[in-house]
């Protein structure tokens, strides 16, 4: 005789049989997509047709016909909604630096409840370097850190960042995509060499005209921070934009005034469109 037991899942009635064994009674179901029961799962009906449950004592248990809700077997099979993924705009409108790259606020990934996790998985078109990630849901927006070994793997160009959700009972979202570009390697340090007829010193006419004192060369685009000091002296700040050919570094009558003669220390610095920053180049010169 086949008995029959009885499950209310997601508002139907979800009937099975026993399947006797030695000692037990088996019930096997493959849960659907659709089926939910946040409740736990209850038996509302057990039809036994004739048949009886006993324990190894012996005793009849065919009396029971229903059990209340079982926490332990919970039904959930819905995909839970995507994350939200966003990227600080303030560092993203250009390519994006090693300093800002390490900095926690990046990558922010929200929409995450607690129980549930995030796989986050940072690749590069060019490559087959990926970086996967993973955050615990807290309720709140959190901040993906990257660290300096993640930024050597990735190496520099249009960064992939994909984000997909997994909910407690093992769903998963639908993917959430967003891209940046990556520059983190830093400009060479300015070249710097003395003006023709500077070697010997600079006179205030030789500071001032056309050729000036120091001839700067650096990367095309970036941006030359220039800083002429002497001891006692307030140091006096220049800046240039690269062209990606010698730049002359020419004294105003104010400049020479604050400079005053003797020897004088010129360090510039190159800083690329990404905001990376080279070493320090330094060279001296004599104002007579």
Known sequence: MTSLISLPIDESIL????????????????????????????ISGLNLNGGSIK??????????????????????????????????NSLTSNNVNRAEALTSGLIKVGS??????AEITLS???????????????????????TAQDLATLGNGTISVSV??????????TTTSNTFALD??????????????????????????????VNLLSEFGSNISVVLSKTGVTSINKSFTSTGSNIAVVLSDSELTSLGTGEVTLSAIATDSSGNTSLSSLINFNVI
């Open 124 to 146: 590069r078109s060019s490559s087959n370097s990926s970086v996967v990630k993973y955050i615990t849901g807290n309720g709140n927006e959190q901040a993906v850190p990257l």
């Open 112 to 117: 995450l409840a607690s129980g549930e996790t």
């Open 15 to 42: 009937s099975q049989h026993l399947v006797q064994k030695i000692n037990s009674v088996h019930f096997n179901y493959t849960i659907t997509s659709g089926l939910n029961d946040s409740n736990g799962i209850a």
């Open 164 to 173: 997909v959700k997994k909910d407690a009972a093992g769903n998963t979202s």
């Open 184 to 213: 983190t390697l830093a400009p060479s340090s300015p070249m710097l060499s003395l003006a023709t007829g500077i070697s010997d010193g600079a006179t205030n006419a030789e500071a001032k005209s056309a050729t000036g004192v």
């Open 55 to 88: 324990n190894l004592a012996g005793i009849n248990f065919s009396g029971i016909t229903s059990a209340a809700d079982n926490p332990m077997y919970m039904v959930d099979t819905n995909n839970p909604n995507p994350v939200t993924l966003s990227l600080d």
